[in-house]
């Protein structure tokens, strides 16, 4: 077998990860909705013998040849080197098509490095060894040394990514499917993602990430994660809304207060993103609806829903919040079920 294909999606975090040490090991737990319809589709392909040192490889994105993926993807394929020796030698491409536009400002690293691992587990004689159990943990393992927030990706409908207490399989390492009871009304939640937002982030989520250490209100805020984390398993259980609401909300804007709290401080959030929050936050108080945002590092904002509303959320978004998009572009998502094979 010399070639590989999945499909893998993108995923949105409840509880966020943001603060890691090496090698990407993240200082809090993190709880994702698994997303269906933003995904990336990879095929790796082995071809003739290389005679480089290195990793001899093209990556084309939409059939087009990216040299600018290459670093990202190298750093990647270094860090688990160890694992890829039958790489060595080879010539090998990579094809990815993402679903969502490049230019949405939609984070392709969760969906990309974890379609990826995905492909490189298949093609490596230790991935055709393992049980369905053991290769989806060590891809999502892979997936995080490729992007922290991969690893959640590779199980769906919720990832949970780092040591939690009460949940004795929960690991630092890898992501797991989260088992725990999970109130129906949540499986079949929509988010539309209103894109205010478009092209390359101002701060990547790596700068970010680095700017915890030191950052005075880490401590607490790592704390705070881990108790969101335990609130959300409950509030998960039992299908409260309001409070599913009140806790995603309050992740989102607690994210964006350690961007704006760093030093250096930097805000993510343009003047679109808040007046929608105001909106949002409005149309709540009118209606009466469970419809919450969240953030990711970014400006463009996540609207969570229930499917029984779904149409009252879209005529809200068409009739109130399109102005504030670019080309009132807005992506209508849903939680899904992970990744596909693609052969
Ligand atoms: O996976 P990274 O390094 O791009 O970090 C993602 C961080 C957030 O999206 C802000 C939060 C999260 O848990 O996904």
Not at 27 to 42: Q, V
Not at 239 to 266: C, I, K, Q
Request: net charge negative; hydrophobic share 40%.
């Amino acid at each position: 077998m010399n070639k590989s294909s999945w499909r893998s999606p993108s995923n949105i975090a409840l509880v966020k990860y943001w603060g890691k040490y090496d090698p990407q090991l993240p200082a809090n737990p993190s709880l994702s909705f698994t997303l269906k319809e933003s995904y990336t589709e990879t095929t790796l392909e082995l071809l003739g013998e290389s005679a480089s040192e290195d990793f001899d490889f093209d990556i084309f994105l939409d059939s087009v040849k990216t040299d600018s993926f290459k670093p990202k993807i190298k750093q990647f394929l270094q860090r688990i080197e160890k694992d890829l020796d039958f790489l060595k030698g080879r010539r090998f491409s990579i094809e990815t098509y993402n679903s969502f536009p490049h230019s949405s400002g939609i984070a392709s690293s969760a969906s990309g490095m974890s379609a990826l691992a995905l492909n490189l587990l298949s093609l490596s004689p230790e991935g055709k060894n393992l049980s369905q159990e053991a290769f989806f943990r060590k891809a999502s393992e892979w997936s995080r040394l490729g992007s922290g927030s991969a690893s959640r990706s590779v199980f769906g409908p919720l990832g949970l990514w780092g040591k939690t207490a009460g949940i004795a399989e929960s690991s630092d390492e890898y992501a797991i499917p989260y088992q725990g009871k999970v109130d129906s009304v949540f499986t079949s939640f929509r988010d539309t993602i209103l894109l205010v937002e478009t092209g390359q982030k101002a701060v990547s989520s790596t700068a970010g990430h680095g700017l915890m250490n030191g950052h005075p209100f880490a401590a607490e805020r790592f704390k705070q994660a881990h108790r969101n984390m335990a609130d959300l398993q409950d509030i998960l259980a039992q299908g409260d809304l309001a409070a599913f609401g009140e806790l995603l909300e309050s992740e989102a804007l607690t994210l964006h207060a350690m961007m704006m709290s760093s030093r250096p401080y930097f805000i993510l959030m343009k003047p679109g993103s808040l007046e929608i929050i105001e909106k949002i936050w409005q149309w709540r108080r009118e209606t009466r609806k469970p419809m919450y945002f969240t953030l990711d590092a970014g400006a463009n904002v996540h609207l969570l829903y229930p499917e029984a509303i779904e149409q009252e959320a879209l005529e809200f978004v068409n009739s109130s919040l399109k102005g504030h998009l670019i080309n009132g572009a807005y992506i209508c998502d849903q939680v899904g079920n992970g990744p596909t094979p693609l052969t």
